[in-house]
């Protein structure tokens, strides 16, 4: 069973930076893709950014392009997630799953999910 564990969420002001933290349990982690999804309250789990299994190809939601950059340590089993000029919308419980195979952006294609960590922006 793999699991995952989600670090790294606070409060922060609008316009600074936080950087999450999903650290998995098991060596298969390696062969995984990652995405990382986020839930507002009364919201749906939507798509932020993937990533390949190599650490590659990374892509994001438009609503994050150009501010948040995915990246994948397979040597220490962690992948992250870079939030710079973070907004109040940014308000969030951030997940970090995982796939055996490419990278997806829908939620229902992957395996293994964190907890989450909250992420709160203030204005």
């Known amino acids: 069973q793999v699991q995952l564990v989600e670090s790294g969420g606070g409060l922060v002001q609008a316009g600074g930076s936080l950087r999450l933290s999903c650290s998995a349990s098991?060596?298969?982690?390696?062969?995984?893709?990652v995405g990382w999804f986020r839930q507002a309250p009364g919201k749906e789990r939507e798509f932020v950014a993937n990533?390949?299994?190599?650490?590659?190809?990374?892509y994001y939601a438009d609503s994050v392009k150009g501010r948040f950059t995915i990246s994948k340590d397979n040597a220490k089993n962690t992948a992250y997630l870079q939030m710079n000029s973070l907004k109040p919308e940014d308000t969030a419980t951030y997940y970090c799953?995982?796939?055996?195979?490419?990278?997806?952006?829908?939620?229902?294609?992957?395996?293994?999910w964190g907890q989450g960590t909250q992420v709160t922006v203030s204005s």
């Open positions: 990533i390949n299994y190599r650490g590659g190809s990374p």
């Open positions: 098991h060596v298969t982690f390696r062969n995984a893709a």
């Open positions: 799953a995982t796939r055996i195979g490419g990278p997806s952006r829908t939620k229902d294609n992957y395996d293994y």
